[in-house]
C-alpha cells in the first residue's frame, strides 16, 4: 500500500501524502464551515434593523474567533474526516 495519494487541484491530477490530503480536507471543511457561519450571522444582521450587514461582519468576527469555535471546527472535521476514512470499504471486499 501506498502512502501516496492523488488529488485533483485546477484540473491537475498531483500525488502527495495521505496525511496532507487529509489535513487538506480538514482545513477546507473548517473553511466551508466558516463560510455557511458567516452568510447565516451576516444574513440575520440585515434582517434585523440594528446596523445591516457591516453589524453582522462584526458580529461573525468576534464570534469565529473565539478560541473554542476554532477547536469545535477542528474536532469536528478530524472526527467525519476519520470516519470516512475508517467506513471506506477496502478494495477486495463487498458491502
Do not use: C
Request: positive net charge; without cysteine.
Amino acid at each position: 500500500m501506498s502512502d501516496r495519494t492523488m488529488i485533483d487541484v485546477a484540473g491537475k491530477t498531483l500525488l502527495i501524502p495521505r496525511l496532507a490530503k487529509r489535513a487538506l480536507q480538514v482545513l477546507a471543511s473548517m473553511g466551508l464551515t466558516a463560510l455557511l457561519t458567516l452568510a447565516i450571522i451576516v444574513a440575520n444582521g440585515m434582517l434585523t434593523a440594528k446596523g445591516g450587514s457591516a453589524a453582522g461582519l462584526n458580529t461573525w468576527l468576534a464570534f469565529i474567533q473565539r478560541p473554542e469555535v476554532i477547536g469545535t471546527m477542528l474536532l469536528t472535521s478530524v472526527v467525519t474526516i476519520l470516519y470516512l476514512h475508517w467506513d471506506k470499504p477496502s478494495a477486495g471486499s463487498r458491502r
